[in-house]
């Protein structure tokens, strides 16, 4: 018999069997009836939805693969796989409907109005100054006097462990500056606004400083002495929470478009000067008692030397005018209210509001992953390098080391000036954070490959090249933190806050106990007496791990943030006539293959004339052509 005629005979049959079930001839599944009033459509071949119609749509009911009362579905093996088209569709429907959002919220934060009330306030300025030296010197005291705190509070353990318990506590202040910026958030855009926030940091922070002074040690209170010194040290990081966002938010809403940069490198600077502060008086301490003393009581004094600096602070705070620009916000409040009364609703946390929105999360953990780098680097060069250089390894003496920080401290101060006056005359907020994390990426292993140069000159100079190239980073990240925020004033101070805080617990107060881990990891690899490469890249472990961090800011700055700075300055324009250059570069490259091509198929005894070159003249006329056309887009200065 014919096989061919078995192939028509199964046909037949099947054509018999789909007439007698109400399939159509299309149908491949028992899941469509042939009614064609209420024939449903295929996901892939259906007309196109509106994203929101599709959702609101309820889950029409489907027979499951193996229900008895379906008769052909367990002879039908296409089932499964139109079930999974249509959940994949479904996904694909929720996730466009998710992109569009997106899409939406962005554009309306990219149109909202600039700031139009900077008028460059001193007041506001010196109060976010003068508020930073003052929570930044309490807050700092502590990491500089780690090793005495280490030998009163955690006496019974080892000198390692004394050393990575004092790191510890450290983190736990950490662990608080979100909680900080949440109801400092809330405080400074929804309740009584940025100076009274400020207001309510530096009391905060006065009496846990105070109290740290004062605290008994383990051999007088035995277990209570390290608890109350962790529950102190939390309560200064719920503090310093708020005080930075605060006066970073306040200074630079007060400040002109072309200014920013500068007076945020100013609050800044005076954060770090707070350091400076510290280590000169911690200094001072150590010169002028002896190293049992120190370790016995007079670590205590650069505590109570801050119940001198807050009556000058509030002085200072005090005299600040509001924030205009939040106080515009404020006359809408009422209305506000009505319309919640009207439609009985109440007003939702400042820090849920920002959570709620995917383009703000977005925003958010963008904002995190830039500021790793930077928060991780301050950390490690200036709390955790002298403690590397005097206890760790032991290459230079503890006063030396504080001597030669506080020559680094004082010459970043300078540095931080010029990175955020750098910042105003880049075109764009984000051009000079990637030429400095950049840096960054190698300046870190440059430093550690240069601490084992045997030199205190060398060491100074290692520290002080980090320091530069991190300057260009720190110059011009408080504009770039507020003006990302800017165009909500309602939400702006919480979410500074927020990225910075959380970016500050996540890479800054563990750097110290990151660092210190992967010290004495590297040890165990490293032989006495040796002095090679392999010596020296488990030297460098630490700084690798800044390197990976400055990894992910780069790679955030470029491809996750959107800076409303950057797209008013022309960002879009720019991007767009790189493109058309790449564009145009491969046009050519493409170009030159094919008339090496050619060129090759001419040697080869085939002769190459004009009409064999396959329309190149075309392609050439039309490389020209776009080019001319790119040239001819230009930068878009931004709107004074």
Known sequence: ????????????????????????????????????????????????????????????????????????????????????????????????????????????????????????????????????????????VYGLLSTEIGHCFFPQSSKELQLINSFGVFLAAFLMRPIGAIMFGEIGDRIFGRKNALIMSIVLITVPSVLMGLLPTYNMIGPTAPICLVILRMMQGLSVGGQLAGSYVISIEQSTSSNRGFRGSICDASSVGGFVLASAVTNLTRQCVSEEAMD??????????????????????????????????????????????????????????????????????????????????????????????????????????????????????????IGGKLSDSFPHRSDLLKIGVTCIIFACPTMFGMFESESKFGYLLAQLQYAFVLALVHGGIASWEVELWMADPSLSFTGVAMGHNVAATIFG??????????????????????????????????????????????????????????????????????????????????????????????????????????????????QNRVHSQSENVGYVPPST
């Open 1 to 140: 018999m014919n096989p061919n005629d078995n192939f028509t005979d199964s046909v037949q049959q099947q054509q018999q069997q789909q007439q007698q079930t109400g399939m159509p001839p299309s149908s491949s599944t028992g899941l469509i009836p042939n009614d064609n009033t209420n024939q449903q459509q295929s996901p892939l071949t259906a007309p196109p939805v509106a994203a929101s119609q599709q959702l609101q749509q309820p889950p029409q009911k489907m027979q499951s693969p193996q229900d008895p009362s379906n008769p052909d579905s367990s002879n039908n093996p296409n089932t499964e796989e139109d079930v999974i088209s249509i959940v994949t569709s479904g996904a694909s429907t929720v996730s466009s409907f998710a992109q569009s959002l997106i899409r939406q919220e962005e554009e309306t934060f990219y149109s909202a109005e600039e700031n139009k009330h900077g008028d460059d306030n001193l007041w506001g300025l010196l109060s976010g100054v003068a508020g930073n030296i003052y929570e930044w010197y309490d807050f700092a």
């Open 296 to 417: 016995a009581w007079a670590w205590r004094i650069p505590f109570w030397v801050s119940l001198l600096l807050a009556p000058i602070l509030y002085q200072i705070v005090k005299r600040t005018e509001e924030s205009k620009f939040w106080a515009e916000r404020t006359e809408q409040k009422e209305t506000e209210k009505i319309i919640r009364e009207v439609e009985h609703k109440e007003q939702t946390p400042a820090v849920l509001d920002l959570l709620a929105s995917p383009f703000r999360r977005r925003q958010l953990m963008g904002a995190i992953g830039v500021l790793s780098c930077k928060a991780g680097s301050f950390y490690m060069l200036f709390l955790w390098t002298p403690i590397y250089m005097a206890e760790l390894r032991g290459i230079v003496k503890e006063t030396e080391a504080d001597f030669i920080n506080l020559i680094v401290v004082s010459a970043y101060i300078v540095f931080l000036l």
């Open 509 to 622: 107060g563990t750097m110290p106990l990151v660092a210190t881990s992967l010290y004495y990891w590297s040890e165990s690899f490293i032989e006495e007496d040796e002095d090679d490469l392999r010596t020296l890249f488990f030297r460098m472990l630490p700084a690798a791990y800044i390197s990976a961090l400055g990894l992910v800011s780069l790679f955030c700055l470029s491809f996750v943030i959107r800076h409303p700075h950057d797209l008013r300055t022309g960002e879009k324009k720019l991007r767009s006539v790189v493109k058309e250059e790449k564009r145009r570069r491969r046009k050519m490259l493409k170009q030159k293959k094919q008339e090496a091509a050619l060129q090759e198929v001419g040697n080869g005894g085939y002769w190459a004339s004009p009409a064999s070159t396959f329309g190149m003249e075309s392609v050439r006329e039309e």
